[in-house]
């Protein structure tokens, strides 16, 4: 047995990056993203921006791409760094379905879910409802969780979900279909592999 297990680097400091490019705070970037229509009008934010660990990509480096004299706004540039954070995170989701794990529900955690443009577009990325918990410790819980079950042989039945804001959203494929078709011409660009 194993525990399913991924990793990814880019999410928090994108949405720092991108408020840092756009000279805003935090707030005014989840209000422009919300601002945009899904998809960005076609911009696509690939947010390598420290290599990766899920896909392995230490390399790997960020881009954005399809920018257009159209859609080269705050608010897509916004919109679209929101969503290539989820999608990275969605890929990372695909990666633990296809060691069997079953996703009907995501629960985001961390700095990025602080931003109530990732909160409401996470289920539209990731086509399942997405909880929000209070601010807590829940990597340490997660890791007090496994060490108490692989230690007694049985599930722990101390309870698991900390109530939270759930957010659900009609799930847009295009957006994840855009981002992979990006992800991947830029892969091929920048490191050579795909």
Known sequence: AFLPLVCTLNAARVLDAACTML?????TL???????????????????????????????????LGITVDNATPANVARASVEGVLCGLADA?????AQGARVDRVRLVGGAA?????????????GVPVTVPPAGEYVADGAARQAAWALSGSLP????????EEHRAAAAPHV???????????????TGRA
């Open 157 to 164: 039945d101390w309870p698991l979900d900390a109530p939270g």
């Open 23 to 27: 000279g805003v705070d935090h707030t």
């Open 93 to 97: 989701l695909d990666a633990l379905a």
């Open 114 to 126: 602080a931003s109530a443009a990732v909160r409401r577009i996470a289920p539209q990325v990731f």
């Open 30 to 64: 989840a209000d422009l993203a919300l601002s945009a229509p899904n998809g960005a009008e076609g911009l696509v934010v690939v947010p390598y921006l420290a290599g990766e660990r899920t896909p392995n990509l230490p390399d790997a480096t960020g881009g954005m």
């Open 176 to 190: 994840r279909e855009r981002y992979a078709h990006a992800r991947m011409h830029w892969l091929e660009k920048s």
